[in-house]
């Protein structure tokens, strides 16, 4: 049976009650870092985003008209001869002059990144082209994917075994094609059609990737998602329009039909007159799974943050799920600010100003 409470006994509990709320109203406007439940989630990971952004390299330039990467990895000192330290920074030199020449003929930004993974597709020193990594198959899978920010036009392939040149076959299938992304065979035999550079097999043999395919059939290296030395660009032309690039051999001993970032627009490349052009290397699932480079373009468009910020929450969204080491990415915005953002030792790198000063980096600590 309930037990009626007099009304002198109501008043005093309905006294006690707005004591207590005062007091605890009191206590939250005195404790400016306590505003609720979900404000104290978020400032914590500010502070959380703020500490993994002191462990990424990231470096903001002015008035870049075009920039390059070679792939981002476990990249020292110790692990390069002086003469090879040599050879790389003079390839990325030739890719970034090879870019900007196109630029200043007039011609128009995708033909500057064109122009530019070319020089490295054919260089036994880049994970692209010439000097692919071998499949488990000891085969050579090649995949590109390159994309026009003023049309957002944009053409890929995955799978490619006889194409010399594989962001020329992605140029040609966005310019004369209606389809965006072709595979392995059926990419080849629109080549054939458009009259694109087909090679054998032998084309792609290099020494070093034979024995790192040996090593990693005996069990001496662990499957890194990671592979250096895929390559990309990103520039603005005369117009003012963006373009981004991306080419790879993908993985060691990957398995056949295996698909990174790469050939993935939004994941290993975009671009967009509106934003940025971007280019992405480093852990291809991962990449693909937090679609790192639409990633930057987003915040950017409805976050109105900095190319240099959305860049690296979108390499920090990686590691979230990833862990270190998980890669990096190049991006150019549509008022010239270039940066580069990666989490690993190092990254093949450069860039050319507007006024022609061409700069190149391998190390993080550049």
Do not use: C
Not at 119 to 143: C, I, Q, W, Y
Not at 240 to 266: F, M, W
């Amino acid at each position: 049976m309930s037990r009626l409470i007099s009304a002198p006994g109501l008043r005093s509990l309905l006294a006690a009650a707005v004591t207590v709320a005062t007091a605890a109203l009191v206590a939250i406007t005195l404790s400016p870092g306590l505003t609720s439940a979900t404000s104290t989630s978020q400032g914590n990971t500010q502070t959380t985003k703020a500490q993994a952004d002191d462990e990424n390299t990231t470096e903001r330039v002015e008035n870049v008209v075009f920039a390059i990467h070679g792939g981002a990895g476990t990249i020292r000192r110790e692990d390069l001869t002086p003469e090879l330290e040599q050879e790389y920074r003079d390839a990325l030199t030739t890719a970034v002059r090879a870019g900007h020449r196109e630029i200043q003929r007039g011609k128009d930004s995708t033909a500057a990144v064109e122009a530019a993974i070319n020089t490295m597709e054919d260089s036994p020193l880049f994970n692209s082209g010439k000097g692919a990594v071998f499949n488990t198959d000891a085969e050579n899978a090649l995949d590109a994917s390159i994309m026009d920010g003023e049309t957002l036009d944009t053409g890929a392939v995955t799978g490619t075994k006889h194409i010399k040149n594989p962001i020329s076959l992605a140029l040609e299938i966005m310019e004369n094609s209606r389809h965006v992304l072709l595979a392995g065979e059926g990419a080849e035999l629109f080549a054939q059609h458009r009259g694109i550079e087909l090679v054998t097999q032998d084309y792609f043999f290099t020494e070093r990737r034979w024995e790192s395919l040996m090593s990693a059939k005996d069990g001496e290296s662990d499957f890194e998602f990671g592979e250096t030395n895929t390559v990309g660009a990103v520039g603005v032309d005369r117009d003012g329009d963006l373009a981004a690039g991306t080419s790879t051999g993908g993985l060691t001993n990957k398995p056949v039909g295996r698909i990174g970032d790469s050939p993935i627009v939004g994941a290993g490349t975009y671009a967009d007159n509106d934003t940025m052009a971007a280019s992405a290397t480093g852990t291809g699932e991962l990449f693909i799974r937090q679609a790192v480079t639409h990633d930057i373009s987003a915040q950017m468009e409805y976050l109105d943050r900095p190319v240099a910020e959305a860049a690296g929450v979108a390499i920090d969204k990686t590691e979230e799920i990833g862990g270190e080491d998980t890669g990096g990415v190049i991006a150019l915005d549509h008022d010239q600010n270039l940066a580069f953002v990666f989490n690993t030792s190092g990254m093949y790198r450069g860039y050319v100003t507007e006024d022609g000063e061409i700069v190149v980096k391998i190390f993080g600590d550049e």
